[in-house]
């Protein structure tokens, strides 16, 4: 058998054992070989100068003074290390002044001296006669081949700021031509200086950041911001140090919510956003806190994690909250406990402002929504707790969607400005509060202002615009939203009706979406009325618009980290079937083309809704394929829906026969071909008549053979 040698290590030559260990003599016979032959390379160089047993050394050194073909760098190296080489040294010299008679040998030491060990530079000669006439007198070109490194470092050490800035000073003081040396070590000298100050910046982080906390309630992402776009702005020597100053005075600032004096646009928006902050998190239920204490260990001692701690004290929160105010009676869906509910909804966007960072923690940065989705379930089921309709897991996978689209909000550098599309029809129970008269009520218009109003809150500069549109003949809901509607600083609300026989919702969104594009809005979305999408989550569309060629953004509920609408085998396989031919009709790749939450950037919808010719509950698709055919891509973003799935239950009618048929249509008229592109979904389900028997399973032939006799 024939046994394999080891594989050998080769190391460079400047960390071979013979250079780093003791040396001994035939490493000392072989160190002096190398400095006779070896590549003479700086990092070689500079080993075999550190050898330190006095005979070998000598070898060394006069071995190095024999060569002729050293690099100057190889050449400093050896001046910086052998000081007293005269040979070296008078060769340097000769490199550094072109005529042999001007210089001196103290001088070129010197520079040796600042380009490798500045720390033996001896300072007072810095400060002589025979400086300044060396220095007015040496090759800027030379000294800029010399130093090349130590100009390109990003911060000098002290001895070396200190060397530079006598030499530019000596040949500045002689009035020497401004060579591009000279320029090179003015700008490693304010380079210096800016990262040493920038570096005491950046060590006051997260005491600034901590300090800042003190009046935000504990919330670190706008602090966090704020901080990091001073830091940002610090480009200079003079903009560091005045953004030290900044920082130093800026928890006081805040604590008399004023503005700090600063030129930076940038810094002073995301102060503003911090001032924001500060004011909303004075309007938080008092709560928080000792949630937080409470979570710091589980029953057994153990310890949570900081990220995770945040999601404990929330969970905990939410379940108090239903044990407490839902005693009696049968519990109430999500979309009444989270968002109708003022108590509720308040609580849901405490947690989820924490969740978007609490004293500098938080589970966003570390894990995906599908992750932390599993993690709330796992921790209820571990729990065991005993809550009514499971509210608390909606709540807080309602909360982690909010605190993430506040969190992408917050980070957008385009100001925030939407108009989002809401049809109405036969809405004036739902638009009312719930009472024994109106059992059914939602206070729907409210809920979604103040869903809304929460995610803007901590950006002043965004604005909203809300356009209702009742399209039954009667105008009822548009009526009982007008006498429903409150003033809201950065969200304007508008009352439309416009009554149309033959739209079913379609004819509503598609001219309030005209309508808010003749109004300038650079996000264009449109939603229901009912409380099953939350607008706290429209920052995760407005972020995944900002993705390269994304022209619409579905809020799905049917991605892996989606929450709260379906049962949990999913949909029906009809309806799985209906999306499958959708998208092999109109070439699009989503999961929930109608879903009833959808945002677009300005120029897609422009190139788009002219193209759009259907007013029916088929709308969506219609509008997907034009976005398709427009060259806009369609992506999805997983939300959490309000909504608790009960069997049986059916919500809005939908015949998605006639919906499919009205998709083929819309296919053909979007450039669909079918001579040139096979359609077998399409396909299949004519041939079966419908849906719901293409979708059924096939019977499996099943022949007995009886027993022989």
């Keep these: 058998m024939t046994t394999l040698p080891a594989p050998r290590t080769y190391l460079p030559l400047a960390q071979s054992p013979l250079l780093t260990a003791r040396t001994y003599r035939a490493d000392a016979e072989l160190a002096v070989r190398l400095a006779h032959q070896a590549l003479p390379d700086p990092a070689t160089i500079r080993s075999l100068l550190h050898v330190r047993a006095p005979e070998v050394a000598d070898q060394i050194t006069a071995a190095l003074e024999a060569r002729s073909d050293l690099t100057p760098a190889a050449l400093a190296l050896l001046v910086a290390h052998r000081p007293e080489s005269k040979p070296a040294t008078t060769r340097l010299k000769n490199l550094l002044f072109p005529d042999p008679a001007a210089g001196c040998h103290t001088f070129a030491r010197t520079m040796a001296q600042l380009a490798h060990r500045p720390e033996t530079i001896d300072h007072p000669f810095l400060a002589?006669?025979?400086?300044?006439?060396?220095?007015?007198?040496?090759?800027?070109?030379?000294?800029?081949?010399?130093?090349?490194?130590?100009?390109?470092?990003?911060?000098?050490?002290?001895?070396?700021?200190?060397?530079?800035?006598?030499?530019?000073?000596?040949r500045s003081a002689a009035q020497i031509p401004e060579s591009d040396f000279d320029q090179a070590a003015a700008r490693a000298r304010e380079r210096t200086r800016r990262n040493r100050i920038g570096a005491e910046l950046a060590a006051r982080r997260?005491?600034?950041?901590?300090?800042?906390?003190?009046?935000?309630?504990?919330?670190?992402?706008?602090?966090?911001?704020?901080?990091?776009?001073?830091?940002?702005?610090?480009?200079?020597?003079?903009?560091?140090?005045?953004?030290?100053?900044?920082?130093?005075?800026?928890?006081?600032?805040?604590?008399?919510?004023?503005?700090?004096?600063?030129?930076?646009?940038?810094?002073?928006?995301?102060?503003?956003?911090?001032?924001?902050?500060?004011?909303?998190?004075s309007r938080h239920p008092q709560v928080w806190s000792p949630a937080w204490q409470k979570a710091a260990t589980t029953a057994d001692g153990s310890t949570w994690d900081p990220s995770q701690r945040s999601l404990i004290a929330g969970y905990d929160l939410l379940a108090e909250h239903v044990r407490t105010h839902y005693t009696e009676g049968p519990a109430p869906t999500p979309e009444r406990c989270w968002a109708s509910d003022p108590a509720g909804r308040a609580l849901l966007h405490t947690i989820a402002d924490h969740l978007t960072g609490h004293l500098g923690h938080s589970p966003l940065p570390h894990f995906d929504d599908a992750l932390l989705i599993t993690f709330v379930?796992?921790?209820?089921?571990?729990?065991?707790?005993?809550?009514?309709?499971?509210?608390?897991?909606?709540?807080?996978?309602?909360?982690?969607?909010?605190?993430?689209?506040?969190?992408?909000?917050?980070?957008?550098?385009?100001?925030?400005?939407?108009?989002?599309?809401?049809?109405?029809?036969?809405?004036?129970?739902?638009?009312?509060?719930?009472?024994?008269?109106?059992?059914?009520?939602?206070?729907?218009?409210?809920?979604?202002?103040?869903?809304?109003?929460?995610?803007?809150?901590?950006?002043?500069?965004?604005?909203?615009?809300?356009?209702?549109?009742?399209?039954?003949?009667?105008?009822?809901?548009?009526?009982?939203?007008?006498?429903?509607?409150?003033?809201h600083p950065r969200i304007s609300i508008t009352i439309a009706h416009r009554a149309e026989d033959t739209s079913s919702k379609g004819g509503a969104v598609l001219w309030g979406l005209n309508q808010l594009l003749a109004a300038g809005h650079s996000t264009l979305a449109y939603t229901d009325l009912d409380l099953t999408y939350p607008l706290d989550q429209l920052g995760l569309h407005l972020e995944a618009?900002?993705?390269?060629?994304?022209?619409?953004?579905?809020?799905?509920?049917?991605?892996?980290?989606?929450?709260?609408?379906?049962?949990?085998?999913?949909?029906?396989?009809?309806?799985?079937?209906?999306?499958?031919?959708?998208?092999?009709?109109?070439?699009?790749?989503?999961?929930?083309?109608?879903?009833?939450?959808?945002?677009?950037?300005?120029?897609?919808?422009?190139?788009?809704?002219?193209?759009?010719?259907?007013?029916?509950?088929?709308?969506?698709?219609?509008?997907?394929?034009?976005?398709?055919?427009?060259?806009?891509?369609?992506?999805?973003?997983?939300?959490?829906?309000?909504?608790?799935?009960?069997?049986?239950?059916?919500?809005?009618?939908?015949?998605?026969?006639?919906?499919?048929?009205?998709?083929?249509?819309?296919?053909?008229?979007?450039?669909?071909?079918?001579?040139?592109?096979?359609?077998?979904?399409?396909?299949?389900?004519?041939?079966?008549?419908?849906?719901?028997?293409?979708?059924?399973?096939?019977?499996?032939?099943?022949?007995?053979?009886?027993?022989?006799?």
Excluded at 134 to 148: G, I, M, R
Excluded at 226 to 253: I, K, M, S, V, Y
Excluded at 464 to 484: F, M, R, T, V, Y
Excluded at 681 to 703: H, M, T, Y
Aim: aromatic share 4%; net charge negative.
């Design 545 to 709: 618009l900002t993705h390269a060629r994304a022209g619409a953004v579905i809020g799905s509920r049917r991605r892996p980290d989606s929450h709260g609408y379906y049962p949990p085998a999913g949909p029906t396989p009809a309806t799985l079937l209906y999306t499958q031919a959708a998208n092999e009709l109109l070439s699009l790749k989503v999961i929930d083309p109608q879903a009833g939450f959808k945002a677009f950037t300005r120029a897609a919808l422009a190139a788009a809704l002219p193209q759009v010719t259907d007013h029916r509950l088929s709308f969506d698709t219609d509008l997907l394929g034009a976005l398709q055919h427009t060259g806009n891509h369609v992506v999805e973003v997983g939300i959490a829906a309000l909504h608790r799935y009960v069997a049986g239950q059916v919500g809005t009618p939908r015949d998605y026969d006639t919906m499919l048929a009205a998709v083929h249509q819309q296919a053909i008229r979007h450039g669909l071909d079918p001579s040139k592109r096979a359609t077998p979904i399409w396909d299949r389900i004519r041939e079966a008549g419908s849906l719901s028997a293409a979708a059924a399973p096939k019977p499996v032939p099943v022949s007995i053979t009886p027993p022989a006799a």
């Design 206 to 281: 997260e005491e600034t950041i901590a300090a800042l906390a003190q009046h935000t309630g504990g919330l670190t992402l706008a602090a966090t911001l704020w901080f990091d776009a001073l830091a940002e702005a610090a480009d200079t020597p003079q903009n560091a140090g005045r953004a030290l100053a900044t920082a130093l005075l800026a928890p006081d600032t805040l604590a008399a919510d004023e503005v700090p004096d600063c030129p930076w646009p940038a810094a002073q928006a995301r102060w503003q956003q911090l001032r924001a902050a500060a004011r909303a998190a």
């Design 128 to 170: 002589s006669p025979r400086f300044a006439e060396a220095a007015a007198t040496v090759n800027p070109q030379a000294l800029n081949d010399l130093l090349a490194p130590l100009l390109a470092a990003p911060v000098l050490t002290g001895p070396a700021d200190a060397a530079l800035g006598a030499l530019i000073q000596a």
């Design 377 to 487: 379930q796992a921790h209820a089921k571990n729990s065991r707790d005993k809550i009514p309709g499971a509210l608390h897991i909606h709540g807080l996978i309602a909360a982690l969607k909010a605190a993430r689209s506040k969190a992408a909000l917050l980070t957008l550098t385009q100001t925030p400005d939407v108009g989002i599309v809401i049809p109405m029809r036969s809405e004036t129970g739902r638009l009312a509060p719930a009472s024994p008269d109106n059992p059914d009520g939602l206070d729907a218009l409210a809920a979604k202002t103040a869903q809304l109003a929460w995610l803007l809150e901590t950006r002043p500069d965004a604005r909203a615009h809300l356009l209702l549109i009742d399209e039954a003949p009667d105008g009822a809901s548009a009526q009982a939203a007008a006498e429903l509607t409150d003033s």
